[in-house]
């Protein structure tokens, strides 16, 4: 759906109302599934403390009510984007997630013990625990919540190089990558705190086994620099998932897969010859960040440009940011 055809249903303040998502639904040929995950939404309604609605509506290749729409779930659909939270279409008293039809996980006990608590994680980050919504400096006013402040990242122009290698085009999307990366880290840490610790290491083990087929989705037109690109994104994943794991006492119990897993990572990026280093640092880094202080702009600023340093990457740009 496009931003220009729910935004005018936007109320200052409290988002989509009910009757207005229930327009859009029936319209954009979706579905409400909350029914099906009244349990799971209990218990985090019961383990967050919260009286947040959350809604769970499933897409698919079919949704969409005209040409735009129709390609903006099309594309959906296409990058797998399986589960994800959605700011626009929730308000400050409900929560509204999307799950694609043919998602296999929706009814395992892995959807209901994490992936499910993770997405509302999201909208919880920005209602009860104040964080801002991190976004690419530039982007549309339209993307922005109605009910939570909003921290733009970056400059406005410039470029991106990693080893000297030009990603034409990608500034945004560069921005984007660590802003999603931040918030999830957020969520990680308030699912810690929350008690959510069940289905942590089958999480790992399965987002392993997805995350190349997401990410081999996007190119850019230098096709060297966009294979470092991912190759190093995913050892910045790797090492963040290696802390998590060691933070809840993870680690010995599946200490070959990570072991095994590390040596994928390596191999991936074998050009880059100080790996390891940054790995250890990257874990480091991870292990002992206050997550508490993603709520100020110039310490998310602070956090891109020290990973970017231990990556290898550069923004180059005339702007202060």
Same mark, same amino acid.
């Given at each position: 759906?496009?931003?220009?055809s729910?935004?005018?249903?936007?109320?200052?303040?409290?988002?989509?109302?009910? *009757?207005?998502?229930?327009?859009i639904?029936?319209?954009?040929?979706?579905?409400?599934? %909350?029914?099906?995950?009244?349990?799971?939404?209990?218990?985090?309604?019961? &383990?967050?403390?919260?009286?947040?609605?959350?809604?769970?509506?499933?897409?698919?290749?079919? %949704?969409?009510?005209?040409?735009?729409?129709?390609?903006?779930?099309?594309?959906?659909?296409?990058?797998?984007?399986?589960?994800?939270?959605?700011?626009?279409?929730?308000?400050?008293?409900?929560?509204?997630?999307?799950?694609?039809?043919?998602?296999?996980?929706?009814?395992?006990?892995?959807?209901?013990?994490?992936i499910?608590?993770?997405?509302?994680?999201?909208?919880?980050?920005?209602?009860?625990?104040?964080?801002?919504?991190?976004? @690419?400096?530039?982007?549309?006013?339209?993307?922005?919540?109605?009910?939570?402040?909003?921290?733009?990242?970056? @400059?406005?122009?410039?470029?991106?190089?990693?080893?000297?290698?030009?990603?034409?085009?990608?500034?945004?999307?560069?921005?984007? *990558?660590f802003?999603?990366r931040?918030?999830?880290?957020?969520?990680?840490?308030?699912? &810690?705190?929350?008690?959510?610790? &069940?289905?942590?290491?089958?999480?790992?083990?399965?987002?392993?086994?997805?995350?190349?087929?997401?990410?081999?989705?996007?190119?850019?037109?230098?096709?060297?620099?966009?294979?470092r690109?991912?190759?190093r994104?995913?050892?910045?994943?790797?090492?963040?998932?290696?802390?998590?794991?060691?933070?809840?006492?993870g680690?010995?119990?599946?200490?070959? &897969?990570?072991?095994?897993?590390?040596?994928?990572?390596?191999?991936?990026?074998k050009?880059?010859?100080?790996?390891?280093?940054?790995?250890?640092?990257?874990?480091?880094?991870?292990?002992?960040?206050?997550?508490?202080?993603?709520?100020?702009?110039?310490?998310?600023? %602070?956090?891109?440009?020290?990973?970017?340093?231990?990556?290898n990457f550069?923004?180059?740009?005339?702007?202060r940011?």
């Amino acid at each position: 759906m496009t931003i220009s055809s729910i935004i005018s249903l936007i109320t200052k303040d409290y988002g989509l109302k009910d *009757d207005d998502m229930d327009k859009i639904i029936r319209r954009e040929k979706l579905k409400d599934v %909350s029914q099906a995950y009244s349990d799971a939404i209990s218990n985090i309604q019961n &383990k967050f403390g919260s009286i947040t609605r959350l809604r769970v509506l499933e897409y698919n290749e079919l %949704s969409g009510s005209n040409r735009d729409s129709k390609i903006f779930f099309r594309d959906l659909a296409l990058q797998s984007r399986n589960v994800f939270y959605n700011h626009l279409f929730s308000n400050k008293e409900c929560c509204v997630i999307f799950v694609y039809s043919g998602y296999q996980m929706k009814n395992s006990t892995l959807f209901k013990l994490r992936i499910l608590p993770h997405e509302f994680a999201h909208h919880f980050q920005m209602t009860d625990e104040e964080f801002p919504c991190l976004l @690419p400096r530039g982007v549309s006013h339209d993307f922005f919540p109605q009910f939570a402040s909003t921290l733009e990242l970056g @400059p406005r122009n410039g470029l991106i190089y990693i080893d000297n290698l030009s990603l034409e085009d990608c500034l945004e999307d560069f921005f984007k *990558d660590f802003a999603e990366r931040i918030q999830d880290r957020i969520c990680s840490e308030i699912l &810690k705190r929350k008690g959510f610790l &069940k289905g942590l290491l089958d999480e790992y083990l399965l987002t392993k086994n997805d995350e190349t087929a997401k990410s081999i989705l996007r190119t850019y037109p230098n096709y060297e620099a966009t294979i470092r690109y991912l190759s190093r994104l995913a050892l910045l994943d790797e090492a963040e998932w290696h802390a998590s794991i060691k933070s809840v006492g993870g680690s010995n119990q599946i200490s070959d &897969k990570l072991k095994l897993n590390l040596r994928r990572i390596m191999k991936l990026n074998k050009d880059f010859s100080n790996r390891k280093e940054a790995f250890r640092e990257l874990y480091d880094l991870a292990l002992k960040m206050d997550y508490k202080l993603f709520r100020e702009k110039r310490f998310c600023t %602070s956090y891109i440009k020290q990973v970017s340093n231990l990556l290898n990457f550069e923004v180059r740009t005339e702007e202060r940011w």
